[in-house]
């Protein structure tokens, strides 16, 4: 057989995961950086669970969406939106069937690793006063000393006052900071594992150095800035959430921009993409749905995560307001429900290849990643979709023209890692996992391609138009 009709034959039957510029639409170009625009200036305001669900709320009202518990009489187009403590959100466009026949949905989650201070984080050591952390997700302790961090999140007073908290963000602002070792004094430290060079109570920000007076120290002089900017005492401490994160500004990433490197990536990507998506949705055939879930980096626990049932009760209030609700109405309708689990995955990284089997890999700008399977290693606390719901993706995908590939979050035996798909599956509706693939995943600062992103976005809301 001659090489040209090999060559032919592999190309008519074989697959092959191929760069996803080179397949991109000229027309599509120009869309791809613009919406890359837009991401990056919503990942320079949102860094935190809070103040993605504060933006979501603030950008569905201006596009129509109303609040659940004020509408009545859902009729199919119309727009609203679910408000669970102001930590995860849950939007809908009203579809023409009914309910019962389920509905299309995309799930995002919009908590990041991050470093947590503790209830009582204030303490004074060597004239310096600092904050005692607990850091948040699967981080790698050593990439967040000696960079810049800012202050994010909310303080509830003695009188259940609630203050709004965020400083590093501004260019004027002072930004805090974990200190590291000079490499003249660590030898011990550098003879440790990785894990173990930087310890979970070595997280300490530094917040302050000048004293009271000559005999009063550093911390009672915090204290009483802290009392005359923000009307707050230590006590108010016990009651806050206040979270340190990376203090950069979403940039571009090489010589032809074709990337963005942000804090929060995961999974702010996908959460951003998805909103982006359901905004896009008119007049859906079935009822989409767009799920902006908190707590997934410490497995979706909470009345905020994904195994609450918030998103259920979300579903309950469209239902009743739309057609009256009955537990086996409800539980049709979930059963009936079709949804991409919106997480990012690993993409190939060509300094680290040994830890990804290249065949079944993603890899950055080759467009949105499918993942059949999450879990680790025998695929424990995976969703693993069926074939059948794979297929119909796939399809969809290559009808309209989004460019998509298939990967594994790394080696059989290495790792690891899970998303909320297996949560939503539990209803008995048909799930996959649909993300971008990032590099650096849990760093402090995420790299992920313009391409990808705009198929992410692609992808969500052609499935939830229902086309």
């Given at each position: ?6 060559k032919l ?11 996803g510029?080179?397949?991109l639409?000229?027309?599509e170009?120009e869309k791809?950086?613009k ?7 919503f ?6 669970e809070?103040?993605v669900?504060?933006k ?12 659940i518990e004020t ?42 690793p ?7 984080p204030?303490y ?31 303080i ?12 590093g963000e501004d260019e ?5 900071y ?7 004094l660590?030898?011990?430290?550098m003879?440790?594992?990785?894990s173990?060079?930087?310890?979970g109570?070595?997280l300490n920000?530094?917040?302050g150095?000048i ?11 915090l204290?009483k800035l ?20 990376p203090a ?9 921009r074709?990337?963005?490197g942000?804090y ?9 993409t998805?909103?982006?998506g ?6 859906p ?13 410490i ?12 998103f ?10 739309h ?9 049709r309708?979930m ?10 995955n690993s993409?190939?990284?060509?300094s ?5 089997e ?5 890899y950055?700008g ?16 995976s ?9 119909k ?8 023209s989004i460019?998509?590939q ?9 790792g ?7 949560f ?8 996959i ?9 849990h ?16 992808a969500y ?6 086309k």
């Amino acid at each position: 057989m001659e090489n040209d009709e090999l060559k032919l034959i592999e190309k008519r039957f074989g697959y092959k995961n191929t760069n996803g510029w080179t397949r991109l639409k000229n027309e599509e170009r120009e869309k791809v950086f613009k919406l890359a625009e837009d991401y990056k200036l919503f990942m320079t305001e949102c860094k935190t669970e809070r103040e993605v669900a504060e933006k979501i709320i603030k950008i569905a009202e201006e596009n129509g969406f109303i609040n659940i518990e004020t509408a009545s009489n859902l009729k199919p187009g119309t727009k609203v939106y679910y408000n669970n403590k102001g930590k995860s959100v849950v939007m809908a466009v009203v579809g023409k069937q009914s309910l019962q026949y389920g509905f299309k949905a995309v799930a995002a989650h919009i908590d990041s690793p991050r470093i947590d201070l503790k209830p009582n984080p204030m303490y004074e050591e060597g004239g310096i006063c600092l904050l005692k952390t607990h850091y948040y997700g699967g981080i790698k302790k050593y990439q967040w000393v000696t960079i810049p961090l800012a202050l994010h999140g909310v303080i509830i007073k003695g009188d259940c006052e609630k203050i709004s908290f965020k400083l590093g963000e501004d260019e004027s602002d002072p930004v805090f900071y974990i200190t590291d070792l000079l490499p003249h004094l660590a030898k011990d430290q550098m003879e440790k594992k990785m894990s173990e060079a930087i310890s979970g109570e070595a997280l300490n920000a530094v917040i302050g150095n000048i004293p009271l007076s000559d005999e009063i120290t550093v911390k009672p002089n915090l204290l009483k800035l802290l009392n005359e900017t923000y009307g707050i005492v230590e006590e108010d401490f016990l009651s806050s959430e206040l979270e340190l994160v990376p203090a950069y500004k979403p940039r571009d990433i090489g010589f032809d921009r074709s990337m963005v490197g942000a804090y929060g990536q995961d999974d702010r990507v996908c959460a951003y993409t998805a909103l982006r998506g359901i905004l896009d949705v008119e007049n859906p055939e079935k009822t989409a749905v767009a799920i902006f879930a908190d707590k997934e980096e410490i497995g979706s626990m909470g009345n905020t995560g994904l195994q609450s049932r918030f998103f259920e009760n979300a579903i309950a209030e469209i239902l009743e307001k739309h057609e009256g609700t009955t537990d086996i109405k409800l539980r049709r309708t979930m059963n009936n429900a079709e949804l991409l689990s919106a997480d990012v995955n690993s993409a190939f990284d060509p300094s680290y290849p040994d830890v990804s089997e290249k065949l079944n890999t993603a890899y950055i700008g080759n467009g949105v990643c499918l993942t059949k399977y999450t879990g680790a290693r025998g695929k424990s606390g995976s969703n693993d979709a069926n074939a059948e719901f794979v297929g119909k993706i796939r399809k969809l995908f290559n009808n309209n023209s989004i460019i998509w590939q298939t990967g594994e979050l790394g080696k059989v035996d290495i790792g690891g890692g899970g998303t909320v798909a297996q949560f939503a599956a539990n209803y008995g509706m048909e799930v996959i996992d649909c993300g971008v693939a990032l590099l650096s995943m849990h760093s402090p600062y995420e790299l992920s391609s313009k391409l990808d992103i705009y198929m992410a976005y692609k992808a969500y809301m052609t499935f939830m138009q229902n086309k």
